[in-house]
């Protein structure tokens, strides 16, 4: 069973900054990334990185948020700058181990508030 735990989330005021951490008790993944949710829609992708590297953001993230991984502590970032308020949500960090084996941290909250 593998364990993710989370951490970074918080209250920031727009145009400010906030870095998500996720650690995983793997050094062997197909994609490590973050997903966001707010209340009444469904989770959606923010930032995925890949075990060869290739990255993806959604759209209206592209220039702002920067996913990475130390891969000494087996951990994922998500550097988020100019945070708007419609980054708003819970942030999930997942690990996709193939095969249909995919695992969800514990959910972080993000608020982008004056």
């Known amino acids: 069973q593998l364990q993710l735990v989370e951490s970074g989330g918080g209250l920031v005021q727009p145009g400010g900054s906030l870095r998500l951490s996720c650690a995983a008790s793997?050094?062997?993944?197909?994609?490590e990334g973050w997903y966001r949710q707010v209340p009444g829609k469904e989770r959606e992708v923010v930032a995925v990185i890949r075990y060869r590297g290739n990255i993806y953001y959604t759209d209206s993230v592209k220039g702002r948020f920067t996913i990475s991984r130390d891969n000494a502590r087996n951990t994922v970032y998500l550097q988020m700058n100019n945070l708007k308020p419609e980054d708003t949500g819970v942030y999930y960090c997942?690990?996709?181990?193939?095969?249909?084996?995919?695992?969800w941290g514990q959910g972080t909250q993000v608020t982008v508030s004056s």
């Open positions: 997942n690990v996709d181990l193939g095969k249909s084996e995919s695992y």
């Open positions: 793997t050094s062997v993944f197909i994609s």
